[in-house]
């Protein structure tokens, strides 16, 4: 039986380093970081993502407030929202909340928001940094799985890792941070094209799924031993559950958590370490 990694303790204790940042700061006299949240629309999943961003900031002491616009708010509308934040001194972190309505090209948003300020580092040259291993924002994330690996004591370098699932959100930034040097992994990186996916699972000292189809991910797909890192969040209709759904990763978890060596729980696993992340990007924007 696997053990299993607990994100919510490190992502607390990793909210506590980022409370003391924060306490620095304001002793040396500046305020206290601001993040300004966007969202766009109403979907309940989006919405409550948020709304735990909002809180999570409030507790380090990351003054933040959201903005929220209806769907049918137009792209040079949302654009001009990202303009008057990048000309707002007191703005030190803006975050425009993921997926926005069809009729918006996500891309163009994204890269109007000051590289600066980008707490999610999804603007093209904080990518590009990335990518270069220079140093520079972190995406959330993929920098909160790294930092549930390594606060598990699960080796790195040199190990095989698999990713399933190759979005701009976790798995190509993913393949990114773990190849860079000190980090030392050989990645795969799969989707939904790639033949013989279970023998190349198989392979995995540490397998990642971020390809979003709940419990997608078997035992007979899984290295006995290996790691296996959850980032799927999929709502499935549950009738006895007060909110009417429950929550289940991309992995199957009670028959794959009797193989692998680790295993992420859904929720509480990759989840909180994204909200972590993204407040010590805001730390560091404010800094
Ligand atoms: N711009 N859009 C932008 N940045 C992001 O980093 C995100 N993401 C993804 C969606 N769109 C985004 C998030 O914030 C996914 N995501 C996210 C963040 C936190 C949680 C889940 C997804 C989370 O806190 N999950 C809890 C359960 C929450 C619940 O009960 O609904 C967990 O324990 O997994």
């Known amino acids: 039986m696997a053990v299993i990694i607990n994100g919510k303790a490190i992502a607390a204790d990793i909210r506590n380093d980022i409370k003391q940042g924060v306490d620095e700061l304001i002793k040396a006299g500046r305020r206290p970081p601001y993040l300004a949240v966007v969202l766009v629309g109403d979907d309940p999943a989006s919405a409550s993502y948020v709304q735990g961003k909002q809180k999570a900031a409030h507790e380090v002491g990351i003054q933040s407030d ?129 033949q013989n996916l279970p023998d190349i699972t198989r392979r995995a000292d540490i397998l990642v799924a971020a390809l979003g189809r709940a419990e997608f991910v078997t035992a007979d797909m899984v290295k006995k031993g290996a790691a296996v890192i959850d980032v799927g969040i999929n709502r499935v209709d549950d009738a006895t559950k007060e909110r009417g759904y429950r929550l289940v990763g991309d992995v199957k978890f009670d028959e794959v958590a009797e193989k692998a060596s680790f295993i992420t729980p859904v929720p509480g696993g990759v989840g909180p370490m994204t909200i972590a992340l993204m407040l010590q990007n805001t730390l560091v924007a404010a800094q």
């Open 66 to 194: 959201t903005r929220t616009y209806p769907d049918s708010i137009t792209q040079a509308d949302l654009v001009n929202v990202v303009h008057r934040l990048n000309d707002d001194s007191e703005v030190d972190g803006i975050l425009v909340q993921l997926p926005l309505p069809d009729h918006i090209e996500y891309q163009r948003v994204i890269e109007a928001i000051n590289p600066d300020k980008d707490v999610d580092c999804f603007h093209p040259e904080n990518v590009g940094k990335l990518m270069l291993g220079l140093p520079g924002f972190k995406p959330a994330t993929p920098a909160g799985i790294v930092e549930l690996i390594k606060r598990s004591g699960i080796d790195i370098a040199g190990k095989r890792v698999v990713i399933i699932g190759r979005s701009n959100i976790v798995g190509k930034p993913l393949a990114s941070l773990l190849i860079q040097k000190g980090v030392d992994a050989t990645v795969t990186v799969c989707h939904s094209r790639t």
